[in-house]
């Protein structure tokens, strides 16, 4: 905790850019994810952003924070994982894509 860096990291609040955001933005969360908690992560993006248009926000269900298939969600799996990035997480992405790349 010494590092300005990580001090930085820890007490960062993203909650006033978030509310001046205003592109289109997709924000997609694993369920098992341990390294974001659900109310820091998909919990406060849905809120502060899934009302504005071209916004969508998603937890996935099974995937870590890689967005990978996970029995725990510890980052230890991350290596033994063969799926770099679950098929779901990319159907969410290209979809998301395409209907932002329309507007």
Do not use: C
């Amino acid at each position: 905790m010494q590092s300005p860096y990580l001090r930085d990291f820890v007490t960062y609040d993203p909650r006033p850019a978030l509310r001046r955001n205003q592109v289109p933005t997709l924000a997609l969360f694993g369920e098992r994810d341990l390294q974001v908690p659900r109310a820091a992560g998909y919990l406060l993006m849905q809120k502060l952003l899934e009302t504005q248009p071209g916004n969508l926000i998603r937890e996935l269900p099974g995937l870590n924070h890689l967005l990978q298939p996970a029995r725990s969600g510890l980052p230890s799996e991350y290596a033994q994982q063969s799926v770099t990035l679950d098929p779901a997480a990319l159907h969410q992405i290209s979809g998301w894509l395409n209907t932002a790349l329309k507007r």
